[in-house]
């Protein structure tokens, strides 16, 4: 059981290394504000174009056209506006109405991603090693690695939070045979295919490479058990 000391110090630090990629993500990207542009014409676009359409249907729905049968339908193109990325489109919604701006929503939506990104790697590492700083340090090199930062016009491909949520807790989960932890970890997996297709198909083939090695490790535990008990008799 861990004392009062523990949990709140484990929670301080949840605070401060999410606070300081935030504080980063915030630095790298307030480019674009200040010089009034996007990161991107394809999917920044599309984000933009659908969270248009997703207030144009609420704002449909609360002024009482009830007999509109997709009005709580975020768009009738779904393979035009990518509909996968449907939990991003309402994260950027929320951003879009705090600053009722499309810049700065869009500057305070991707700052976000690439926060919890941080936070989500770091929290993974720490499953392997010890130190606090090695963990963030892994944690930066993935967030604004080249391949994340040629990316950022295209969020459903580098928002790997859920996945890598998913996969702390599921490490946690069969490591400590804690049925809670491997509930949240299926949770936090299956959410992810409202924040992108593709990383929900790559996160399940991961998913079973990790059983298949957790199996192995364990058989050969197993094994090893089974040979020494062999022997001592």
């Not at 009034?36 to 014409?41: F, K, T, V």
């Not at 950022?152 to 490591?175: E, H, M, S, T």
Request: proline content about 3%; hydrophobic content about 55%; aromatic content about 18%.
């Amino acid at each position: 059981m861990r004392s009062f000391q523990d949990f709140f110090k484990n929670r301080r630090e949840t605070w401060i290394v999410g606070g300081f990629f935030l504080l980063i993500s915030l630095a790298i990207f307030a480019q674009f504000p200040l010089q009034g542009s996007l990161p991107g014409n394809t999917d920044t676009l599309l984000a933009i174009s659908l969270s248009n359409q997703i207030l144009q249907k609420v704002g449909a729905f609360f002024a009482g056209h009830f007999s509109d049968p997709t009005v709580l339908y975020p768009s009738s193109g779904v393979l035009a506006y990518g509909e996968n990325c449907y939990g991003l489109a309402a994260l950027f919604v929320v951003f879009e109405l705090l600053t009722q701006s499309e810049i700065v929503g869009y500057y305070l939506f991707i700052s976000t991603i690439f926060a919890l990104n941080g936070f989500a790697v770091t929290r993974l590492a720490l499953s392997f090693v010890g130190d606090l700083r090695a963990a963030v340090l892994a944690g930066l090199a993935f967030t604004f690695s080249g391949f994340v930062l040629g990316n950022v016009d295209d969020p459903n491909v580098v928002f790997v939070f859920f996945p890598v949520k998913a996969f702390v807790y599921l490490i946690r989960g069969l490591r400590q045979k804690d049925p809670r932890a491997l509930c949240i970890g299926c949770l936090f997996s299956g959410l992810q295919i409202w924040f992108g297709f593709y990383l929900f198909v790559y996160q399940s083939f991961l998913l079973v490479l990790l059983l298949l090695a957790l199996f192995v490790i364990d058989f050969r535990s197993l094994r090893s058990f089974v040979l020494s008990r062999s022997f001592r008799s």
